[in-house]
């Protein structure tokens, strides 16, 4: 080995080892610059700032080699450019304090702060309560009044929200009226004395009688629910009782069911009349009631022995009324007289609510919000031909407890 060659291999390691001092000294300054970062972010001490920024310019400095003027004269102006750095650091910083003073003291002045306070919602006294419960109270349009409409009605500077609280305090709320027929001084009497006359008939006896009802449903959007302000235990009070409509002589718009059962024969066949049999032999009469109706009820008295009895009653419609009266007449089965106006005395009109229910449930199910034709009849055909002897046995034995239920309500509305 020669003396040039010596030479070169000794420049070489020197070389190396001041690459190596170099890039670590730049790891640190990558580190420093990270902190310095760190700090600018969110700077907890100003002078720590500023050391981190000096540190950095003496790494950087130190780094580059010292024997070029060329790399001196770039180390001073990357020195000159990082302390420029550091010195615009410091200053947005100061700079963003003093905003956020100015916001401080700005948001805390009583001069520029509106706040929007909410006005008391005005309230009742209790004279005012007194009056409200008696307005409700004193007939049945004032329990069907609007809650917006009372304010007015009572000369009362408030808003609905103050009324509902008030009535609801005292109990009342707006519920739908149950829907009975009408009952005057005449029909509770006779509802009464029917009541306390039967009121210790057995099973055997109720099971010997034959129930008979017809049932309209509409195939049409049906009439508005009609709500009236009332305590939960006012549901059947004179007041709140919403009469049952008049019975449309149209039958175009609705399908009629006709039901009959007793706890001897148990349930009859269910016949109907629809509006394809109203287009093909003409509205419901006294003639096509005979021709395509009667004949399965004469077949289900038939299946009775001796002794059972038909709960007529004087609700029936005209176009059956005259035919079941001269069958009964003829000796077919003894009349038992069922007062007017008394749904809570007939079976039938339990499993008719229950044909209701499962049509209101059909609906809400339904993707268009209501229920074709042809489910219609289902729902109907398929809810009374699921009635169990156990279901019937048990409407059989609440006769008993139906006729004291009027007896309690002196011969007015009950619940069943």
């Known amino acids: 080995m020669d003396e040039h060659q010596a030479w070169a291999m000794s420049y070489n390691k020197k070389l190396n080892s001041q690459q190596l001092r170099s890039s670590q000294q730049c790891d640190q300054i990558a580190a420093l610059q990270c902190m310095t970062y760190d700090h600018h ?53 100061q700079a963003h304090l003093q905003a956020r003073r100015k916001i401080t003291q700005s948001s805390s002045s009583p001069n520029t702060l509106t706040l929007s306070i909410r006005p008391k919602v005005p309230t009742l006294t209790n004279d005012q309560i007194r009056q409200l419960v008696e307005f409700v109270q004193s007939n049945p349009n004032a329990r069907r009044t609007p809650m917006a409409e009372i304010p007015s009605a009572l000369g009362f500077d408030c808003s609905e929200r103050t009324i509902t609280l ?9 519920s739908p009226a149950i829907t009975r027929p009408r009952i005057d001084e005449e ?8 009541a306390r006359e039967r009121l210790h008939w057995t099973a055997e006896q109720w099971e010997s009688v034959l129930f008979y009802a017809e049932m309209r449903v509409p195939l049409t959007k049906q009439s508005q629910e009609v709500f009236v302000i009332r ?80 709960a007529l009653s004087p609700d ?5 009324s005259a035919t079941i009266k001269d069958a009964l007449r003829g000796g077919h089965m003894p009349a038992l007289h069922m007062p007017p106006a008394s749904p809570d005395l007939n079976l039938i009109t339990e499993i008719f609510g229950t044909m209701t ?8 199910n339904s993707l268009y919000g209501g229920v074709a034709e042809y489910r219609i009849d289902d729902v ?32 007015w509305y009950t619940r069943f």
């Not at 029909?187 to 029917?194: S, V």
Request: charged share 25%; glycine share 6%; net charge negative.
């Open 41 to 93: 972010e969110d700077p907890a001490d100003l002078q720590l700032l500023r050391n981190i920024s000096q540190v950095e310019q003496l790494l950087e400095a130190f780094a580059l080699p010292a024997n070029t003027q060329v790399a001196a004269e770039a180390a001073s102006r990357h020195g000159l450019r990082a302390k420029a750095r550091a010195q615009a650091r410091v200053e947005a910083h």
């Open 166 to 174: 008030a009535l609801g305090r005292k109990g009342f709320k707006c």
């Open 187 to 194: 029909t509770r009497q006779l509802r009464l004395n029917f």
């Open 231 to 310: 305590k939960s235990d006012e549901d059947i009070h004179p007041d709140c009782i919403n009469f049952e409509p008049v019975a449309p002589t149209d039958d175009t718009n609705s399908n009629v069911y006709f039901a009959y059962l007793s706890g001897v024969a148990g349930t009859g066949r269910l016949r109907s009349w629809t509006r394809h049999n109203n287009s093909k032999h003409g509205p419901l009469c006294a003639q096509n009631w005979y021709c395509h109706i009667f004949d399965s009820l004469d077949n289900f008295v038939d299946d009775h022995s001796v002794g059972s009895r038909f």
């Open 316 to 320: 029936l419609p005209a176009y059956c």
């Open 357 to 364: 229910a499962n049509l209101k449930a059909e609906k809400a």
């Open 380 to 411: 109907v055909r398929s809810t009374w031909e699921g009635i169990s002897k156990e279901y019937l046995t048990e409407l059989i034995e609440s006769m008993p407890e139906r006729c004291q239920a009027v007896i309690d309500a002196d011969g």
